[in-house]
Nanobody
Framework: QVQLVESGGGLVQAGASLRLSCAAS????????MGWFRQAPGKERDFVAA????????DYADSGKGRFTISRDNAKNTVYLQMNSLPPEDTAVYYC???????????????????WGQGTQVTVSS
């Protein structure tokens, strides 16, 4: 069992930066790939970024490449998402997720994740 709690969201102006955190409980955090997703009002939940268990590999949606950085601290059971140069289009609820340990599907796929946080709202004003 893994419980995830996101924090760090808020209301910022366009061009600002935010760092989201996702604190995990449970013994399997360090062995799981972690992902960030986001969902804007009336839209589907979309992949944002992912990081492998030992942080060897990271991946980003095109919308975040060059602006977002995903990282993790396994000693603290925490995964982070640094977001820079935020435009209003980044407004959404951001969710972190823990991938299934035996998933064979792509990490872009929501179904490959087993545990989800409650989300944190990010609002970027113009």
């Amino acid at each position: 069992q893994v419980q995830l709690v996101e924090s760090g969201g808020g209301l910022v102006q366009a061009g600002a930066s935010l760092r989201l955190s996702c604190a995990a409980s449970g013994r399997t955090f360090s062995s799981r790939t972690m992902g960030w997703f986001r969902q804007a009002p009336g839209k589907e939940r979309d992949f944002v970024a992912a990081i492998t268990s030992s942080a060897t590999y990271t991946d980003y949606a095109d919308s975040g490449k060059g602006r977002f950085t995903i990282s993790r601290d396994n000693a603290k059971n925490t995964v982070y998402l640094q977001m820079n140069s935020l435009p209003p289009e980044d407004t959404a609820v951001y969710y972190c997720a823990a991938r299934k340990t035996t998933s064979g599907s792509s990490w872009y796929n929501l179904g490959s994740y087993e545990y989800w946080g409650q989300g944190t709202q990010v609002t970027v004003s113009s």
